[in-house]
């Protein structure tokens, strides 16, 4: 059994095209590397991050009669990158992505994070394309939103970077500033490393494909390094 038939089998899903499926587990570096290869998963990448958003709002808005702002934050959790990293690795996706050796051999790391939450969006992309809307419904149900339960008990949809503001404040009467420590990558890819201050102390940093998304990471390790 080759690679796509192994994941094929391991996803339960027959695609009628094969190239798709290969194209979703194409990562930038090893078409630099492998110049044959037919592109990359980043515009796979695009369309899964709008089916996905579009599933879990359509889900929250029919199954909650919470406020907007309440919605948004559950939406959140369940679709930020740190969550769908999760989920690539509970289905074993890593091993399926195309990388080069150098990002191959870069394990444990954020960045590797962010490849993982992209392959799996390409991925949904790549079955909303070839199965189309019902079956991409199906497998982000049965991946993704099956999380909400843990994310409502264990309240990780709560905003760690007004939570720590809150806490900040109450303890030491500071209000937390964050500083853009590092952009790396293409335009359309961007990688942000962000800093959050008490004042001058750099207390911990963050990373995220946005800015807003580099805050929250390091407002939840500014959570846990100061055991608030």
């Known amino acids: 059994m080759n690679n796509t038939e192994k994941l094929k089998s391991k996803l339960g899903i027959k695609f009628n095209s094969d190239k798709i499926l290969i194209n979703a587990l194409i990562h930038r570096s090893y078409v630099n590397e492998n110049p044959d290869a037919k592109g990359h998963n980043e515009r796979l990448e695009f369309l899964g991050d709008a089916v996905l958003e579009l599933v879990v709002t359509d889900y929250l808005y029919k199954n909650y009669p919470n ?17 769908l990293s999760k989920v690539a690795n509970d289905i074993g996706l890593e091993e399926f992505i195309l990388l080069s050796r150098g990002e191959a051999k870069d394990v444990n790391t954020k960045a590797r994070l962010f490849i993982l939450a992209d392959a799996l969006e390409a991925l949904i992309g790549a079955i909303y394309l070839d199965q189309g809307y019902d079956t991409a419904n199906k497998f982000i149900s049965e991946n993704i939103i099956i999380k909400l339960d843990d994310i409502l008990k264990n309240e990780s949809y709560i905003d760690a970077k007004s939570k720590f503001q809150e806490i900040a404040q109450a303890k030491i009467g500071i209000t937390p500033n964050y500083q853009v420590l590092e952009e790396s990558g293409p335009d359309h890819e961007k990688t942000f490393k962000i800093g959050v201050y008490l004042d001058h102390e750099l207390v911990a940093t963050g990373a995220g494909t946005s800015k807003r998304e580099a805050q929250m990471d390091a407002a939840k390790e500014g959570l846990e390094t100061k055991e608030w």
Request: proline share 6%; aromatic share 6%.
């Open 67 to 83: 406020p907007e702002g309440e919605l948004t934050n559950w939406r959140a959790a369940l679709v930020n990158s740190q969550m």
